[in-house]
């Protein structure tokens, strides 16, 4: 048997204990990784560490890690590093919209491999081609926290089934004009549905954002949800999987280690060509497109098969990819004693 330790950012105003209902998802990761190690029978911790001079420095002496990051930062949440306390090799639960630890720490000597929850090969060869994609592994993405949004399946079940529904469209989320991707609006797609579609959309950007369980209520009381990635994913769409609503999303085509499907699990709308991030390149071709799915998806004919989605996309997520649930798949992937 061997030890590990569990290296985890202290994020600002962390508390690590208790774990508490708005406890960030890698977090909980970690412990209920902590747990199942130990169950195995080796020895396992999990250590804070806080970042330095502005969030700019990694130095984890333990294990060698003294990293200054050439970008604006190292993010300080969303990720973790799971360390052989004997070998001091270690592998990334990388969780951030985009590979940015990995890309730091991957050209140290005791870098294994990154579970990524936001994994496409193609925006990664196209942004970041130094990085080893033999060493990357599609993972899960989670809502941010899961206890909130697990605590409130039963309210939002119950304000689904006692209101009617809004067949509108439905999308709050970020569209300032300052959300760019290579110079280009990521979510213009908002802009184009308001002005296309007036009478069929209910959406808008951070300046009708609601507070987390506010936006959950509301979005109980439409007939299907709209996802726009704020990358390849967004932990929206996650939440709204968790609480059983049915959603609807450009058709994906990065990866995750336990299979997303589309007309099954979520609605996917076809949208053409898209920007690196995932984003359409069109926004107007993709507003037609998604107007289009939604009327069709929206008629009482099919409200058994939205049902289904519903269902499906929940049970995935409670079943397979929630913290408790997708350990042994994490387990899977690392291939303890291998390193």
């Given at each position: ?152 399946i039963e309210e939002i079940q119950d304000i689904r089934n ?113 920007l690196s991030i995932g984003m359409a390149s069109n926004p ?9 799915a939604h009327r069709e998806w929206i008629k009482p004919s ?38």
């Amino acid at each position: 048997m061997a030890s590990y330790t569990i290296y985890h950012p202290a994020h600002k105003g962390h508390n690590p204990s208790p774990v508490g209902i708005n406890t960030y998802f890698t977090e909980l990761l970690a412990y209920e990784l902590k747990t199942v190690l130990f169950d195995m029978g080796h020895e396992a911790n999990i250590t804070y560490i806080n970042l330095c001079a502005d969030n700019k420095v990694l130095y984890i002496p333990e294990v060698d890690i003294n990293v200054s990051s050439n970008g604006p930062y190292i993010p300080d949440s969303l990720w973790f590093i799971i360390v052989n306390d004997e070998t001091k090799n270690f592998v990334i639960v990388d969780l951030q919209d985009a590979p940015s630890v990995t890309r730091y720490l991957q050209t140290l000597p005791g870098y294994v491999m990154s579970l990524l929850g936001q994994y496409s090969l193609e925006r990664y060869h196209h942004e970041n081609p130094w990085l080893d994609f033999t060493k990357l592994l599609p993972f899960v993405y989670f809502p941010y926290y899961p206890n909130v949004v697990e605590s409130m399946i039963e309210e939002i079940q119950d304000i689904r089934n006692s209101s009617q529904l809004d067949d509108r469209v439905f999308f709050f989320g970020n569209n300032r004009d300052d959300y760019l991707h290579d110079g280009v609006k990521i979510r213009e797609v908002i802009s184009a549905l308001e002005y296309k579609y007036p009478d069929e959309v209910c959406v808008g950007s951070t300046e009708k954002k609601l507070p987390m369980q506010d936006f959950f209520r509301k979005a109980a009381t439409h007939t299907i949800n709209l996802g726009l990635p704020g990358h390849q994913w967004c932990s929206r769409e996650h939440e709204l999987w968790t609480l059983g609503l049915p959603v609807m999303l450009y058709e994906h085509t990065h990866h995750l280690a336990i299979d997303l499907i589309p007309n099954y699990h979520y609605i996917a709308v076809p949208v053409g060509s898209r920007l690196s991030i995932g984003m359409a390149s069109n926004p107007m071709r993709a507003a037609d497109q998604i107007i289009k799915a939604h009327r069709e998806w929206i008629k009482p004919s099919n409200k058994w098969r939205l049902n289904n989605i519903a269902y499906n996309g929940q049970r995935r997520i409670l079943e397979q990819a929630s913290p408790k649930t997708v350990i042994p798949k994490l387990i899977d992937l690392i291939q303890l004693g291998n390193w």
